[in-house]
């Protein structure tokens, strides 16, 4: 596990799901009678966006423990869908007022912004095609079985 592998495009990730996953704690609308998170607002775009932060998380640990770029590479194309899918979620959870809620709160906010950022990140992670983070593999040369070297 190797920390310094992370680049710009990882940590613009990594800072979008936690702002989801905190915004998944803080009111996201208020109504006549009180406020409403978005646990008692649930609905298919929390699930979304809940997926959008689990597939940054993701790519940020396959970055992280992988020796070749190929699952990162790969985890960072899923986040990027699942990203702009929870960037769409997230577009509408603002526009829609559940409840009759009459104004939105900083959950709702914050998840948006969460959601611009997993998206960016892992587009930027897509981008950057930096490889010198992982080393060259270097196997030990295997020594030519005994028949072979004769006939060379």
Same mark, same amino acid.
């Given at each position: 596990?190797?920390?310094?592998?992370?680049?710009?495009?990882?940590?613009?990730?990594?800072?979008?799901?936690?702002?989801?996953?905190?915004?998944?704690?803080?009111? !996201?609308?208020?109504?006549?009678?009180?406020?409403?998170? &978005?646990?008692?607002?649930?609905?298919?775009?929390?699930?979304?966006?809940?997926?959008?932060?689990?597939?940054?998380?993701?790519?940020?640990?396959?970055?992280?423990?992988?020796?070749?770029?190929?699952?990162?590479?790969?985890?960072?194309?899923?986040?990027?869908?699942?990203?702009?899918?929870?960037?769409?979620?997230?577009?509408?959870?603002?526009?829609?007022?559940?409840?009759?809620?009459?104004?939105?709160?900083?959950? &709702? !906010?914050?998840?948006? &912004?969460?959601?611009?950022?997993?998206?960016?990140?892992?587009?930027?992670?897509?981008?950057?095609?930096?490889?010198?983070?992982?080393?060259?593999?270097?196997?030990?040369?295997?020594?030519?079985?005994?028949?072979?070297?004769?006939? &060379?």
């Amino acid at each position: 596990m190797r920390l310094g592998r992370l680049r710009a495009g990882e940590v613009l990730a990594l800072l979008g799901a936690l702002c989801v996953i905190v915004a998944l704690t803080l009111p !996201w609308y208020e109504d006549l009678e009180g406020k409403l998170d &978005a646990w008692s607002t649930f609905g298919p775009a929390v699930v979304l966006l809940m997926l959008a932060a689990l597939a940054a998380l993701a790519l940020v640990l396959a970055t992280v423990t992988e020796r070749s770029p190929a699952l990162p590479v790969a985890a960072a194309v899923w986040s990027t869908l699942f990203g702009l899918i929870g960037l769409i979620a997230a577009v509408v959870r603002v526009l829609e007022r559940p409840h009759n809620a009459i104004s939105l709160c900083a959950g &709702a !906010w914050l998840a948006l &912004a969460g959601a611009v950022l997993v998206l960016a990140g892992s587009w930027q992670s897509i981008r950057d095609e930096r490889t010198d983070r992982y080393p060259p593999a270097e196997p030990e040369p295997r020594e030519l079985p005994k028949g072979n070297a004769e006939q &060379a």
